[in-house]
């Protein structure tokens, strides 16, 4: 009789391993980023000072999951007008049908491009960023409106090297490079740059800034100040007061992106 019953238990042994084993697997199963990203951001309220001026920047942000595989944010800062027209465009052409991981970075820096081309042709002013799964970034600017990454304690600017028109998908450069100052007029800074850059141990933080926080500091004075908070949000709102502090004439907002 044992020994009849030994097939049937062999077979049911060699089931219950598949089913244990292939419950482990799913268990150690796990989403793609590990990166955290944490954010924070602060638009000064010019109608409670004496100027009586009314901020006219937008801000957004904006987080999709689409499945265990693929998360996407969207940060911007931009003229409220500009933005509004901005966002509409990526919700519409971006967020209703996201391809797999492989195409969604090429995607994103198209979506970016066309949301951005009319803001370009009528002299609009916006910055925005979408972070991949913790580890990619498409990043977009036009006009006053500034991006700008740490990396290592170093501020680093996207920047149309060669002025093409055809090959609009540019790089990310040190502030000061070889030993050149800053140039905050370079003409360059008006023209529609977008990028894809990958995250990296040494990437620390974004910053997105408004016009207002431009004129009064220069990129690397505005990381070394908020470098050492660790909150998002209480950076963001440290540098918008700084920027206050310093009489700013312009819009005053920012949003600040770490990535833990």
Known sequence: MGFLDLPFMLKAFRFRRLVVEDGKRRKKKK?????????????????????????????????E???EELEIWLFGVSNAGTGKE???YMQNHLFDK???????????????????VEEERTGGSAASVMVVNGEKLAIASIGDHRVVVCKDGEAHQIRDRKASTKHWSQFIFPVCNQGEEEDESDPRNSELVVITEKINSDTEFIIIGSPGIWEVMKSQEAINLIRHIEDPKEA?????????????KSSISCVVIRFD
């Not at 989403?31 to 901020?55: E, F, I, K, M, Q």
């Not at 996201?98 to 951005?116: H, V």
């Open 236 to 248: 963001a709102k440290c540098l918008a007061k700084e920027a206050l502090n310093r009489i700013s």
């Open 31 to 63: 989403p793609l980023w590990l990166t955290p990203v944490s954010h924070g951001y602060y638009t000064v309220d010019r109608l409670s000072y004496a100027d009586n001026s009314s901020n006219d920047d937008s801000v957004f942000v904006q987080r």
């Open 86 to 88: 901005i966002v509409k």
């Open 65 to 67: 999951q689409q499945s």
């Open 98 to 116: 996201l391809p797999n991981e492989l195409g969604i970075m090429r995607k994103c820096k198209e979506t970016m491009r066309r949301a951005y």
